[in-house]
């Protein structure tokens, strides 16, 4: 089954500690993101890439990285910098970028909890 | 930047009551679609629509590019149907914040 996977479901880390999330996509897709998701807003863009060993900042990329170095894996570290990283995480991808007919695809997100 | 506006924001309705979440744009687009957020989490996309009108089941979007209004009903809902409906301007990565739906037995 195609499909786009993100681990883990839910996880915990102390303040100050950088963590990464995992995104892998096997639909074949050139363009990947990363969204941010607050009680009571909408999904805001952090980073997103259209093709391997290359991406673009987002809305709200401070605080946040991301590499870019396998077709089907897009990882985002969450850095210290981060001022308030408690949120829900959420992995994309799409065909292409820049084109506004096309569909993007859904991980099912990781809860990330900063205690 | 499109700000992405949607109304209402939480919506309670009884089984087999018709559905209305409207979305409104503030730059004209190309596309609007139309996603669906189960409790759990996850996404999928309902509609992509660039004009006019799309039915899927009990599901209808409806979009006036002029007026930068975007409608979804849903007809004969059902407490399977409760979930958050987003829309989502693909032109520039923009999202509503979402409507939550419950669907009451």
């Known amino acids: 089954d195609g499909g786009i996977t993100q681990s883990p479901k839910y996880l915990f880390r102390k303040e100050g500690q950088n963590v990464t999330l995992s995104c892998e996509q096997n639909l074949n897709h050139d363009a990947m993101y990363w969204y941010r998701q607050d009680p009571g807003q909408g999904l805001r863009l952090i980073y997103y890439s259209q093709i391997v060993n290359d991406f673009q900042k987002g809305d709200i990329a401070e605080g946040y990285s991301v590499s870019r170095e396998k077709k089907e894996s897009f990882p985002l570290t969450v850095t210290s910098a981060q001022k308030n990283p408690t949120a829900f995480y959420l992995c994309?991808?799409?065909?292409?970028?820049?084109?506004?007919?096309?569909?993007?695809?859904f991980g099912p997100g990781t809860r990330l909890t900063v205690l | 930047k499109n700000e992405v506006e949607q109304s209402p924001q939480n919506l309670t309705a009884q089984e087999g009551e018709f559905i209305t979440i409207n979305c409104s744009y503030s730059v004209g687009i190309s596309a609007l679609h139309w996603l669906q957020q189960h409790p759990g989490g996850g996404i999928v996309s309902l509609f992509m629509?660039?004009?006019g009108k799309k039915k899927h089941g009990r599901l209808i979007a409806t979009i006036n590019i002029q007026e930068k209004h975007s409608s979804l009903h849903i007809t004969a809902s059902h407490p399977r149907d409760s979930a958050v409906y987003i829309c989502a301007v693909r032109d520039d990565m923009r999202f509503g914040a979402g409507t939550r739906l419950t669907v009451k037995p």
């Open positions: 994309a991808s799409s065909k292409y970028t820049g084109d506004p007919y096309n569909e993007q695809f």
């Open positions: 629509l660039s004009s």
